[in-house]
């Protein structure tokens, strides 16, 4: 079933700018760590804002010269993944992401 796809609103907002936060200080000890691709995975990921801004900060942190991120982008909601899916090629890191169907509470 489709419904509506929430619209990024203010608590999707400061998830974004605290992980940006977050993403300045493992800049800070990027020396210490190892220069592996990272997996996330947004649960519920709607307009997949979460997942594409951290994709976004560590293609940055990463100097394109790494592994590539990759994301998985869950939700139950088809129109959902279709707006992310959307949304990744509109920023042009479509190949980063993988969405899929699924109620995870089942």
């Not at 609103?9 to 936060?21: E, R, W």
């Not at 592996?36 to 990921?45: A, G, N, Y």
């Amino acid at each position: 079933e489709e419904g509506a796809v929430m619209y990024i609103g203010p608590d999707s907002l400061a998830l974004v700018h605290h992980l940006h936060a977050s993403m300045l200080q493992i800049e800070e000890r990027r020396h210490e760590m190892q220069s592996s691709p990272r997996r996330i995975l947004d649960v519920c990921t709607g307009s997949g804002v979460q997942a594409l801004a951290t994709l976004a900060m560590l293609e940055l942190l990463n100097n394109f010269d790494a592994q590539p991120d990759l994301a998985v982008a869950v939700d139950v909601n088809k129109r959902a993944l279709r707006f992310t899916s959307f949304n990744a090629r509109l920023n042009g890191i479509d190949d980063k992401i993988i969405t899929m169907s699924g109620d995870l509470l089942s």
